[in-house]
């Protein structure tokens, strides 16, 4: 068997695991209406950025941005869009995310979509616990299967933090490649 089926045949292994476990604490904890969780971000953000260059790679370079996301409530909130737009010396990024609450699952699910190729992800699906979302979902990179995971935690009411991470291996190892940290900006 090849080493792509392998790592495919993990893959899907990996995302059965992670399903079964995501009902299994769903049953033994009572229903969460998570529909509000993202309101603590509606508004205006300073964002600092720190990417990867090539992930999955063995790269160690980073590149770092600083900017602005402005994020909007949409369907009474149980939507929004989170508008990017950060610039440093490797250039521009103009994107944004669309995260949509399904009432039935009690689960977000988070597209992202720029400028440069006009193309929406695949979602990462997934919820907030105690401050700390994590959303979990398939994409490629390359033309090779990844997981793609990202976790957001808040820090009080004025900043947040948010990590993305990819793996090659179905879970079993995880590569950080993009850190953003944002802080409130205050209407004056």
Same mark, same amino acid.
């Given at each position: 068997?090849?080493?792509?089926?392998?790592?495919? +045949?993990?893959?899907?292994?990996?995302?059965? !695991? !992670?399903? +079964?476990?995501?009902?299994?604490?769903?049953?033994?904890?009572?229903?969460?209406?998570?529909? #509000?969780?993202f309101d603590f971000e509606i508004g205006e953000w300073s964002t600092h950025?720190?990417? /990867?260059?090539?992930?999955?790679?063995?790269?160690?370079?980073?590149?770092? @941005?600083?900017?602005?996301?402005?994020? #909007?409530?949409? /369907?009474?909130?149980?939507?929004?869009?989170?508008?990017?737009?950060?610039?440093?010396?490797?250039?521009? +990024?103009?994107?944004?995310?669309? %995260? !949509? @609450?399904?009432?039935?699952?009690?689960?977000?699910?988070?597209? @992202? *979509?720029?400028?440069?190729?006009?193309? /929406?992800?695949?979602?990462?699906?997934?919820? =907030? #616990?105690?401050?700390?979302?994590? *959303?979990?979902?398939?994409?490629?990179?390359?033309?090779?299967?990844?997981?793609?995971? *990202?976790? +957001?935690?808040?820090?009080?009411?004025?900043?947040?933090? =948010?990590?993305?991470? *990819?793996?090659?291996?179905?879970?079993?190892?995880?590569?950080?490649?993009?850190?953003?940290?944002?802080?409130? %900006?205050?209407? #004056?």
């Amino acid at each position: 068997m090849g080493r792509l089926n392998r790592a495919a +045949i993990s893959l899907a292994v990996a995302l059965v !695991l !992670l399903s +079964i476990a995501s009902a299994a604490l769903v049953a033994t904890q009572e229903p969460r209406d998570g529909s #509000r969780d993202f309101d603590f971000e509606i508004g205006e953000w300073s964002t600092h950025i720190k990417r /990867l260059q090539r992930p999955l790679t063995g790269s160690t370079a980073w590149v770092e @941005y600083t900017g602005t996301t402005t994020v #909007r409530g949409v /369907l009474g909130q149980r939507a929004n869009i989170a508008e990017l737009r950060v610039e440093g010396p490797a250039g521009r +990024i103009e994107g944004a995310a669309l %995260r !949509l @609450y399904n009432p039935a699952a009690r689960q977000w699910s988070v597209h @992202y *979509f720029n400028a440069a190729d006009g193309m /929406l992800t695949a979602p990462l699906v997934g919820g =907030f #616990r105690d401050g700390r979302g994590v *959303f979990v979902g398939q994409d490629t990179l390359a033309g090779r299967t990844i997981l793609v995971r *990202f976790v +957001i935690v808040t820090a009080g009411a004025d900043a947040c933090r =948010f990590e993305q991470s *990819f793996s090659d291996n179905g879970g079993e190892s995880w590569e950080l490649n993009w850190v953003a940290t944002d802080t409130r %900006r205050r209407v #004056r």
